[in-house]
């Protein structure tokens, strides 16, 4: 694992954040970490894991909202083969796989009730069985939990155990949304130009009235969104000097972008013909595939 990968910021929040990671290292207890999608939960469960005595072992992530409830418990666990149909082989689940070392659960409040118990059980006995399977695995794993919900709400629900969650939230940390710590966009604006123009050999720069539009803007999709701006910036951008115009916002108000677009085909074309038919940046601008503007821009020739 890549131990120079950073946290940046300088807001009271984000030293109150690594100051959190320090702790959390150095105490081998579940953690939980809360925040909006794109915060960098993610990063800082890394970041504890870097900076643990578990350093040297298995780092494994799931997204618990990414992989059907009906396969989650297999991935989790594993299965012996004859367990189900398809189960033609033993197969070890990620809990295992990371023996030794941290599994971070991302939307652990995703999970259902069945899994919650049965995971509940697993972190009190640090046993697990495999699907299928008699004999019991004692598995030496850390955890780090992170969710975008309300949890207390879910448990109020009755959509989450609450005595599972106090057993995943010995530690406990709210990661804020950037739009509440601005003065950090301007660092970490810093710190992606610095990386895009290592790896690229070349020197990216950025005029002050885009970096004045990336301030006045809310990121609704945060740390990834501003970063998800910022590669579409350098490539829209002429002689790697990024202006106001090459930064272009999407967000849910966009949702029938395509729809829009394929009635009005004539935008489609005025935007590559802005980019002197290059479809990669026409693309970016408008928010969509390379591969769609160019279905697109046949259908429409054939007609």
């Known amino acids: 694992m890549n131990r120079n990968i950073k946290i940046i910021g300088g807001s009271s929040q984000i030293r109150n954040l690594i100051e959190f990671i320090k702790k959390a290292s150095k105490i081998d207890v579940n953690v939980l970490v809360l925040g909006e999608t794109g915060v960098g939960k993610e990063l800082a469960a890394r970041m504890i894991h870097i900076y643990s005595a578990r350093k040297d072992k ?20 594993g299965y012996k083969k ?62 780090i939990f992170a969710s975008n919900k309300d949890i207390n709400k879910f448990i109020k629900q009755a959509k989450f155990r609450d005595d599972l969650y106090y057993r995943i939230s010995v530690l406990s940390f709210y990661i804020a949304p950037l739009r509440e710590r601005k003065e950090d ?9 610095k990386n895009k123009s290592l790896k690229q050999s070349q020197y990216f720069t ?35 000097k990024i202006s106001e115009k090459d930064i272009i916002f999407y967000n849910m108000e966009n949702s029938g972008k395509k729809e829009k677009l394929k009635s009005n085909r004539e935008i489609i074309k005025k935007t590559v013909e802005k980019y002197q038919g290059n479809k990669t940046k026409a693309a970016l601008a408008l928010g969509v595939s390379r591969q769609w503007i160019h279905k697109v821009l046949n259908e429409s020739d054939r007609k």
Request: hydrophobic fraction near 40%.
């Open 185 to 193: 966009i301007h660092l970490l604006i810093k710190s992606y130009l």
């Open 206 to 240: 950025i005029e002050q009235t885009a970096i004045d539009k990336l301030m006045r803007y809310s990121f609704p999709g945060n740390v990834r969104e501003l970063q998800n701006i910022m590669e579409r910036a350098t490539v829209l951008s002429e002689n790697r």
């Open 58 to 77: 298995p780092f494994i992530k799931i997204n618990c909202s990414n992989i059907n409830e009906n396969l989650l418990e297999s991935e989790l666990f």
């Open 82 to 143: 004859g367990a189900y149909t398809g189960a033609i082989i033993d197969k070890p689940g990620l809990l295992e796989a990371a023996n030794g070392g941290t599994f971070f659960l991302d939307e652990i409040a995703d999970i259902n009730l069945y899994l919650q118990a049965k995971f509940l059980s697993f972190i009190e006995d640090k046993e697990l069985r495999r699907l299928g399977e008699n004999r019991t695995r004692k598995i030496d794993v850390r955890f």
